[in-house]
Structures are given as C-alpha cells and as structure tokens.
C-alpha cells in the first residue's frame, strides 16, 4: 500500500493543475481516463496546458482560453503508443469531440504548434467556460 503513497498519476505543467477546477467536468472525466491508460502503460500523463489566454500566438482555436482543451507531452512515448492512444481515445469519446474547422469532429490532434509534437485534446464547444484568463484565481 505505501508505495501508492505520494504518487502523481498526472502532472500539469507549471502548477495549473487548478485551471481543470473551470474545465467541464467532460474535460476532466477524459484527462482521467488517459492518465489511468498511462499509468497501465508504465507512463505518466504529463498535459503541459490547460488554459491559456487569447492571442497567445500558439493557439490558432479557441479550445484552450475557454477551457475544453489540455495538451499531451508525448516525449518518451514510441509512434505505436501514440497511435493506439489516438485510436483509443477518439473512438472512446468521439460523441464528445470538438469540430474543427472542416465540419470533422476530432478529439486528438496530433500536431507541433511551435513547442515539439504534442496531443492536443479537445471537446465540444457545448462544454465551454466562460472564464477569461485574466480573471483566473480572482474567481
Ligand atoms: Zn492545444
């Protein structure tokens, strides 16, 4: 039993593990489940980013400033890994998936926006918050 003590089963980057307090609880339902296939997997979830405000300059949507979407560190992680996740996870919770801009709903986008390849997840905009950015913690 105490080797269960102190364990991290996730990790967010930058301590904003308190930005998924504002996420749906959809958001946090999937982020979850994916740190439990890590974790099965002898790997740790490590999202690098929940929210983030507006004009970034990384975000091209919407996701992140209002709260429905996190990024995935996939360093370590071999292509097959990656690919099954992808799978996985898409069909898993395809009914709560984002849609892009195409009409295509995805749930995972693998895709390097400037900072190294990264799993970008993403919900629908029925899940979104209305948080600003600025205002975070002052709520
Ligand atoms: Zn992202």
């Known amino acids: 039993m105490s080797q269960y003590f ?12 308190w930005h998924l307090q504002y996420a749906h609880p959809v958001l946090c ?8 296939y890590c974790i099965n997997n ?3 979830l490590r999202a690098t980013s929940v929210i983030r405000p ?10 992140h400033q209002t709260a429905r979407a996190f990024d995935v560190s996939i360093k370590g ?12 996870f898409g069909e898993k919770y395809s009914e709560y998936a984002a849609v892009n801009y195409s009409g295509a709903k995805a749930l995972i ?5 400037g900072f ?10 029925k899940y979104k918050s209305s948080i600003k950015y600025e205002t975070l913690g002052a709520q």
Do not use: C, E
């Open 116 to 125: 190294g390849p990264h799993l970008h997840v993403q919900i629908n905009s």
């Open 42 to 44: 002898n790997k740790v």
């Open 77 to 88: 992680w071999d292509i097959f890994f990656i690919n099954n996740f992808i799978d996985y």
């Open 6 to 17: 102190n364990r991290k089963y996730f990790t967010v980057d930058d301590g904003k593990i």
């Open 29 to 36: 339902l999937i982020l979850s489940d994916m740190a439990l």
């Open 109 to 113: 986008v693998h895709h390097d926006s």
């Open 54 to 63: 507006h004009g970034d300059g990384i975000s091209k949507s919407k996701t």
